[in-house]
T-cell receptor, first 109, second 113 residues
Framework: KNEVEQSPQNLTAQEGEFITINCSYSVGISALHWLQQHPGGGIVSLFMLSSGKKKHGRLIATINIQEKHSSLHITASHPRDSAVYICAVTPNTGNQFYFGTGTSLTVIP | KAGVTQTPRYLIKTRGQQVTLSCSPISGHRSVSWYQQTPGQGLQFLFEYFSETQRNKGNFPGRFSGRQFSNSRSEMNVSTLELGDSALYLC????????????FGPGTRLLVL
């Protein structure tokens, strides 16, 4: 059983489209993280959330603690947004991550 | 500040050998976590070190071990390598607290033949 479930697994969008990636988790958490991984492996932390909503440029992340659900939105998507987006949670019990399986996003010009 | 660095970046080993990977965290960070990424299993947590002590451990066999030095640099060791150990090994550092943002290194890509 995976502690973190992500959907969709793959997503193809036209440039300019609004994109939503969803994440559900089953454990008590101290924080939820959205990560971005480009081809070649490097991982960048986009957001860390423990409640509410955060916005950075065209990226918006929300979390509903009661429903154990988070969403990552990308407005006005661009080909450079093409990457794998990974949801990860830090459980109450420690400082490690439990990861979702990732969403592979391709934005077509 | 310099980011997280990992050495080596690429490594080829044969079954039965052992390997040691190194991670230098961001200056001032005391927590270092290690992760394995494979196409089949995705990203999985190996262990976390904080102030030279293993604070958390994932579900990996004892062939996987690690340590942290007083300068927070960390090493992980895999003994008796198996083909399935071929993976991208990532380390990440953070300050001190639970739930902090983790900063990832570029990874070490290990191929076991």
């Amino acid at each position: 059983k995976n502690e973190v479930e992500q959907s969709p697994q793959n997503l193809t969008a036209q440039e300019g489209e609004f994109i939503t990636i969803n994440c559900s988790y089953s454990v008590g958490i101290s924080a939820l993280h959205w990560l971005q991984q480009h081809p070649g492996g490097g991982i960048v932390s986009l957001f860390m959330l423990s409640s509410g909503k955060k916005k950075h440029g065209r990226l918006i992340a929300t979390i509903n603690i009661q429903e154990k659900h988070s969403s990552l939105h990308i407005t006005a998507s661009h080909p450079r947004d093409s990457a794998v987006y990974i949801c990860a949670v830090t459980p109450n019990t420690g400082n490690q991550f439990y990861f979702g399986t990732g969403t592979s996003l391709t934005v077509i010009p | 500040k310099a980011g997280v660095t990992q050495t080596p970046r690429y490594l080829i080993k044969t079954r039965g050998q052992q390997v040691t990977l190194s991670c230098s965290p961001i200056s001032g960070h005391r927590s270092v976590s290690w992760y394995q990424q494979t196409p089949g299993q995705g990203l999985q947590f190996l262990f976390e070190y904080f102030s030279e002590t293993q604070r958390n451990k994932g579900n990996f066999p004892g062939r996987f071990s690690g340590r942290q030095f007083s300068n927070s640099r960390s090493e992980m060791n895999v003994s008796t390598l198996e083909l399935g150990d071929s993976a991208l090994y990532l380390c990440a550092s953070s300050g001190t607290g639970t739930g902090e943002t983790q900063y990832f290194g570029p990874g070490t890509r290990l191929l076991v033949l």
